[in-house]
């Protein structure tokens, strides 16, 4: 399959990737079909990714994934595009040990890489930068940006040192190409609401700064992918799967949805406006942010719903954020807030981060997986619990930290509660999925 493609990465975080990504798929919308895709867990990103442009973005880890699973995500949700533009996480060979980095993604998709190097207080170093970076385990690297430019003389001396890899222009020194960030990240784009200007001051600076023309030919030199079988399941039913959704919980893969979607009607609802979905059949609480809401989510009547469609036996899935308003209280400053209950635990909202990769050992059954199995995700929270009396965990934790222990995935009935997040392309199990 010809995938017209290319991969943007950098020798760190916080070098610029995500706006520029941002800017370069805003100024490619204009004149073609574009898809966004995010390298890594990461939920916030692609917000950025599809307000820029209008598809949504699809996330690429080759840890949790593997490799055939990345390659037919690529490929599925590259058909009907133009171009697909791929945003790599931290630095170039930055992961769980290079195997599962930036670099090894560009290796194992074909997709040739443009770098993305911040120029703010260095000159001449930049050469040396980006030799490093190629030559380091020789990567395919064709092009070079340069951001936080402060002048035209600051360009030219920063361009002359780069050797061997063509220099696409730059992006000025500029105040408006600022994203503020709280504890878990970059606002998510639903509660920045200036993101939008800040893409488009993206996007302007790209199309006046940056040769977008060879960013096209770059992507269209990519070789052809050879791409896998997707296998899951197409059939759509009459059931309908609840999915939360507002400014507390947010954090889903928009392939998760997708995948839902194909056996499911998806109803959204709001935690924080007290929505129920009378009649579903599976009920999603993904991650986000509830710790900053918690007097809205005690007021919530969507946990006397929650609660007694757990008892009733229906499948219900709470990740991390979802996990925190399944339990019994939250604690914030020193004051409990009571949630659904479904749980026996209570959870202190702020403290030190916890983010890495897992990889769970199934020990019970579960509609997720079966005893016995191993399954991979992510965790990503600052909240940790103070209290549990729970038994049942459907997880010992190889690789992570869990909720208790080293175990994740509590239990009760057919309601799991994690601290990971899944990404459902690893999923083999069908009885919900």
Same mark, same amino acid.
């Given at each position: 399959m010809r995938v017209p493609r290319l991969l943007i990465s950098s020798d760190r975080s916080d070098s610029g990737k995500t706006l520029i990504t941002s800017g370069i798929l805003k100024a490619l919308s204009k004149r073609m079909r574009v898809r966004g895709f995010k390298a890594g867990p990461d939920f916030i990103d692609p917000g950025y990714h599809k307000l820029a442009s209008g598809s949504p973005s699809i996330n690429l880890d080759l840890f949790i994934m593997g490799k055939e699973n990345v390659i037919k995500s690529l490929c599925k949700y590259s058909k009907d595009k133009d171009i697909s533009v791929i945003e790599g996480v931290m630095g170039l060979y930055d992961g769980v040990e290079t195997e599962y980095s930036t670099y090894k993604l560009s290796e194992d998709?074909?997709?040739?890489?443009?770098?993305?190097?911040?120029?703010?207080?260095?000159?001449?170093?930049?050469?040396?930068?980006?030799?490093?970076?190629?030559?380091?385990?020789?990567?395919?690297?064709?092009?070079?940006?340069?951001?936080?430019?402060?002048?035209?003389?600051? @360009?030219? &001396?920063?361009? =002359?040192?780069?050797?061997?890899? !063509?220099?696409?222009?730059?992006?000025? #020194? *500029?105040?408006?190409?600022?994203?503020?960030?709280?504890?878990?990240?970059?606002?998510?784009?639903?509660?920045?609401?200036?993101?939008?200007?800040?893409?488009?001051?993206?996007?302007?600076?790209?199309?006046?700064?940056?040769?977008?023309?060879?960013?096209?030919?770059?992507?269209?030199?990519?070789?052809?992918?050879?791409?896998?079988?997707?296998?899951?399941?197409?059939?759509?039913?009459?059931?309908?799967?609840?999915?939360?959704?507002?400014?507390?919980?947010? @954090?889903? &893969?928009?392939? =998760?949805?997708?995948?839902?979607? !194909?056996?499911?009607?998806?109803?959204? #609802? *709001?935690?924080?406006?007290?929505?129920?979905?009378?009649?579903?059949?599976?009920?999603?609480?993904?991650?986000?942010?509830?710790?900053?809401?918690?007097?809205?989510l005690e007021k919530s009547k969507t946990k006397e719903w929650v609660k007694r469609e757990s008892e009733r036996g229906k499948p219900i899935l709470g990740e991390c954020g979802g996990l925190m308003f399944l339990s019994s209280n939250l604690i914030k400053s020193g004051r409990k807030f009571k949630m659904a209950g479904v749980f026996d635990i209570d959870i202190e909202t702020l403290g030190k981060l916890t983010l890495g990769y897992t990889e769970l050992l199934a020990v019970k059954d579960s509609f997720i997986t079966d005893k016995g199995k191993l399954i991979r995700g992510h965790e990503f929270h600052v909240s940790y619990p103070v209290r549990v009396s729970e038994e049942e965990f459907a997880f010992e934790n190889k690789r992570g930290k869990g909720i208790l222990n080293g175990k994740d995935g509590v239990m009760s009935k057919n309601t799991l509660g994690t601290y990971t997040h899944f990404h459902f392309s690893i999923v083999e199990k069908r009885t919900v999925f």
């Open positions: 998709t074909r997709t040739p890489i443009v770098l993305v190097i911040d120029c703010y207080n260095v000159g001449s170093t930049v050469g040396a930068i980006v030799k490093g970076l190629v030559s380091y385990r020789n990567a395919n690297v064709k092009g070079v940006i340069l951001n936080r430019v402060a002048s035209q003389t600051h @360009f030219t &001396y920063c361009r =002359n040192s780069i050797e061997g890899v !063509k220099v696409l222009g730059y992006i000025p #020194f *500029s105040k408006e190409l600022s994203v503020p960030s709280r504890h878990l990240g970059l606002f998510t784009v639903e509660s920045n609401r200036e993101a939008e200007k800040a893409i488009s001051k993206a996007a302007e600076l790209v199309e006046n700064y940056v040769d977008v023309d060879s960013l096209v030919e770059i992507a269209k030199e990519s070789p052809e992918i050879e791409c896998p079988d997707d296998d899951h399941p197409q059939e759509t039913s009459k059931k309908v799967a609840a999915i939360a959704y507002d400014e507390a919980f947010n @954090f889903y &893969y928009y392939e =998760n949805l997708d995948r839902i979607s !194909k056996r499911y009607e998806l109803r959204f #609802f *709001s935690p924080l406006n007290g929505d129920v979905v009378e009649g579903a059949d599976f009920i999603y609480i993904g991650g986000g942010y509830p710790e900053l809401f918690v007097e809205e």
